[in-house]
C-alpha cells in the first residue's frame, strides 16, 4: 500500500497570505495525485488532479505542483472561505490512499 | 446537473449488515468509475471501494470479504452491501465518481453499535 504523508497537521496562516501544503508518497506515483477541500459537515471538494491540473471552478489562486513522491498545493492568497482541511490522494496503485489531513486555519 | 444521492445508512448492530444505495443523475454508472470512501467521526477520509466500466472491482484491505460493490446500470444506482459490521466500519460513507472524484453524494451515517 503507497502510504501519503501530508505536513504540516495544521497549518495557522492570516488572511491574504500564502499557504504551502506538503504531501509525500511512501513511492513514486507519477502524476497521479488529486487534492481536496472539506469544510465541517459537507462533503470534500475536488480541487486538483494530475498533480497540477485544477478542476472546473476552482479559482486560480489554487496551485498544484510536484511528480513522483513529493508535492505541494499552494493557495496564494487565502480567503476567508478556504480555511478548511485539505486532503492529498493518490490513485497511482491499489488500494487508492489518502493522506491524513491539514488543517488550515485562521491565525 | 450532476447529482450522487446516498441512502440506506442507519444503526446496526456488531456482526450485522446493511446495504447502501448511490443514485446518480445526470450521467450513467456504466461509463464512469464509482466509488465509495468513508470518513470515521473526526478522522480522515478512507477510500473503501471502486467500480470500474469495465466491470472490475477493488477493494481496501479492511472491507475485503466482507463488503460488495455493485450497479444497476437500469436505474444508475450503485452499491455497497456491507456484511460482518464491526464497531470500526462506524462512519460517514459518500459515494463519488471517477478515478479522481470529482463529483460526491452528500454521505449517509452507518453506526455500529450494540
Known amino acids: 500500500e503507497i502510504v501519503m504523508t501530508q505536513s504540516p497537521a495544521t497549518l495557522s496562516v492570516s488572511p491574504g497570505e500564502r499557504a504551502t501544503l506538503s504531501c509525500r508518497a511512501s513511492q513514486s506515483i507519477s502524476i497521479n495525485l488529486a487534492w481536496y477541500q472539506q469544510k465541517p459537515g459537507q462533503a470534500p471538494r475536488l480541487l486538483i488532479y494530475g498533480a497540477s491540473t485544477r478542476a472546473t471552478g476552482i479559482p486560480a489562486r489554487f496551485s498544484g505542483s510536484g511528480s513522483g513522491t513529493e508535492f505541494t498545493l499552494t493557495i496564494s492568497s487565502l480567503q476567508s472561505e478556504d480555511f478548511a482541511v485539505y486532503y492529498c490522494q493518490q490513485y497511482s496503485d491499489w488500494p487508492l490512499t489518502f493522506g491524513g489531513g491539514t488543517k488550515v486555519e485562521i491565525k | ?114
Open chain 2, 1 to 114: 446537473e450532476v447529482q450522487l444521492v446516498e441512502s440506506g445508512g442507519g444503526l446496526v448492530q456488531p456482526g450485522g449488515s446493511l446495504r447502501l444505495s448511490c443514485a446518480v443523475s445526470e450521467f450513467t454508472v456504466s461509463t464512469n468509475y464509482m466509488n465509495w470512501v468513508r470518513q470515521a467521526p473526526g478522522k480522515g477520509l478512507e477510500w473503501v471501494s471502486m467500480i470500474y466500466p469495465g466491470g472490475n472491482i477493488y477493494y481496501a484491505d479492511s472491507v475485503k470479504g466482507r463488503f460488495t460493490i455493485s450497479r444497476d446500470i437500469s436505474k444508475d444506482t450503485v452499491y455497497l452491501q456491507m456484511n460482518s459490521l464491526r464497531v470500526e466500519d462506524t462512519a460517514v460513507y459518500y459515494c463519488a465518481r471517477g478515478l479522481w472524484h470529482d463529483y460526491w453524494g452528500q454521505g449517509t451515517l452507518v453506526t455500529v453499535s450494540s
